[in-house]
């Protein structure tokens, strides 16, 4: 069964793709041992989502990444409808992303930004900070987001140089999703949708140590997207 969910074919197409990676640890002869499992999950244009597929990698680089991605494309994964990739920001997964998936608009997670942000931040000021941000990802549009930004920039340049540097620079990614359905906004702005599957596969394992084998590994995995798409198949997300 979980052979043939991760070699099923992809058929439907999907807006919004949603990446992440979690690490679980595997008993490894007296020790064990962390492996990183990379997870994608899509979203139709009509509000259907679904955990696409699962796959362990020793560590999380460009390489683990390219090799999933292609796979993805190679079961049937919709190049052509696919509007926005979602993640946080990993080195490896920004590289592979544009290698395999072509020039598809990339959405950074605002919730990583802004926990990244207020610790970077002294304690003083860190709700102002807060404030700040939240103008900018919950803007009306692309133009007051874009303001927002620039008043966030000109307000804490002096004292976060670093900070605001790099905000500026990634304005690209953290404002893609603000060009879709602004009922779509709120929900593709994070990769909290996804971090959902690791949520469950921790409520699974609750009590228990490392994985016994690899294959214990991918039984959880595939248990809780199959559970879980299950579920979603029965709703509309928008």
């Known amino acids: 069964e979980v052979k043939s969910f991760k070699q099923r074919r992809l058929s439907d197409k999907y807006m919004y793709l949603f990446l992440d990676a979690a690490w679980v640890k595997d008993l490894v002869g007296a020790t064990t041992g962390r492996v990183c499992v990379l997870m994608a999950v899509g979203v139709t244009d009509d509000g259907r989502k679904e955990c696409l597929g699962f796959e362990r990698v020793r560590r999380e680089t460009t390489e683990a990444w390219r090799g999933f991605?292609?796979?993805?494309?190679?079961?049937?994964?919709?190049?052509?409808?696919?509007?926005?990739?979602?993640?946080?920001?990993?080195?490896g997964l920004l590289s592979a992303v544009p290698e395999v998936l072509g020039d598809v608009a990339h959405q950074l997670c605002w919730a990583h930004r802004v926990?990244?942000?207020?610790?970077?931040?002294?304690?003083?000021?860190?709700?102002?900070?807060?404030?700040?941000?939240?103008?900018?990802?919950?803007?009306?549009n692309l133009h007051?987001?874009?303001a927002a930004l620039n008043r966030f920039v000109s307000a804490w340049s002096a004292l976060y140089p670093s900070v605001t540097k790099k905000l500026a620079e990634d304005a690209g990614y953290l404002l893609a999703f603000l060009r879709f359905d602004p009922i779509h906004w709120e929900y593709v702005r994070t990769s909290n949708p996804i971090e959902r599957v690791f949520?469950?596969?921790?409520?699974?394992?609750?009590?228990?140590?490392?994985?016994?084998?690899?294959?214990?590994?991918?039984?959880?995995?595939?248990?809780?997207?199959?559970?879980?798409?299950?579920?979603w198949a029965k709703r509309d997300l928008w």
């Open 69 to 91: 991605l292609t796979r993805l494309a190679g079961r049937g994964l919709d190049l052509s409808s696919l509007e926005l990739v979602i993640s946080d920001e990993h080195k």
């Open 115 to 140: 926990r990244n942000i207020r610790s970077a931040v002294a304690p003083t000021h860190r709700a102002a900070v807060i404030e700040g941000l939240r103008a900018i990802y919950r803007a009306k």
């Open 144 to 146: 007051e987001a874009s």
């Open 199 to 231: 949520r469950e596969v921790r409520r699974w394992r609750r009590g228990c140590g490392a994985f016994a084998n690899p294959h214990a590994c991918d039984r959880v995995f595939y248990k809780v997207s199959r559970l879980l798409n299950e579920r």
